[in-house]
T-cell receptor
Framework: NAGVMQNPRHLVRRRGQEARLRCSPM?????VYWYRQLPEEGLKFMVY????????ESGMPKERFSAEFPKEGPSILRIQQVVRGDSAAYFC???????????FGEGSRLTVL | RKEVEQDPGPFNVPEGATVAFNCTYS??????FFWYRQDCRKEPKLLMS???SGNEDGRFTAQLNRASQYISLLIRDSKLSDSATYLC????????????FGAGTRLFVKA
């Protein structure tokens, strides 16, 4: 039973490029969360999604960031026109239907040059 | 005010010591409470859930005080392997369950 899979594990982008981070939840899990962790800081909630539906995006920056969780395929966090301040670890977590434990992926580490 | 607040530490303790972490939350509608552990450059992992009646798992004891909106974690007989960041986690209900993490308390256990 595979855990939460995130890819790429490491991504390097130059300023102005786009970054796409993917997350495949655990089998049977229908809820996905994205968190951002800056160096030496805590996890910051970004967005909470169900299949084809954004439940809560109150933690998403208003510009350049978007997330989706299509009916088929992984959830995608997209960052357009990246800046150095976007350099961080981006963690995805999935949750079974209802109120269950969050299971985290190993994270995608974005470095913006 | 942050939704979940923790003392950032770091806590530096010798092996065998007892250490306690505190956490407060601001939203009285919070439904569920957890402690997660995060090792350096790794993903967070669930340590234990927290119940109003208090719960214990080996050397770890968690307590919840809903009236004071306060959560605690007690670690007895600290081991070197307990060195990590401990995250207080609160789940809110509102269009689904939104899960908020505290910034974490860092623990260093030394020989």
């Amino acid at each position: 039973n595979a855990g939460v899979m995130q890819n790429p594990r490491h991504l390097v982008r130059r300023r102005g490029q786009e970054a796409r981070l993917r997350c495949s939840p655990m089998k049977g899990h229908s809820h996905v969360y994205w968190y951002r962790q800056l160096p030496e800081e805590g996890l910051k909630f970004m967005v909470y999604l169900q299949k084809e539906n954004i439940i809560d995006e109150s933690g998403m920056p208003k510009e350049r960031f978007s997330a989706e969780f299509p009916k088929e395929g992984p959830s995608i966090l997209r960052i357009q026109q990246v800046v150095r301040g976007d350099s961080a670890a981006y963690f995805c977590a999935s949750q079974p239907p209802g109120d269950g434990e969050l299971f985290f992926g190993e994270g995608s580490r974005l470095t913006v040059l | 005010r942050k939704e979940v607040e923790q003392d950032p530490g770091p806590f530096n303790v010798p092996e065998g010591a007892t250490v306690a972490f505190n956490c407060t939350y601001s939203n009285s509608a919070s439904q569920s409470f957890f402690w997660y552990r995060q090792d350096c450059r790794k993903e967070p992992k669930l340590l234990m859930s927290v119940y109003s009646s208090g719960n214990e798992d080996g050397r770890f004891t968690a307590q919840l005080n809903r009236a004071s909106q306060y959560i605690s974690l007690l670690i007895r007989d600290s081991k070197l392997s307990d060195s990590a960041t401990y995250l207080c986690v609160v789940k809110l209900q509102g269009g689904g369950f939104k899960t908020i993490f505290g910034a974490g308390t860092r623990l260093f256990v030394k020989a």
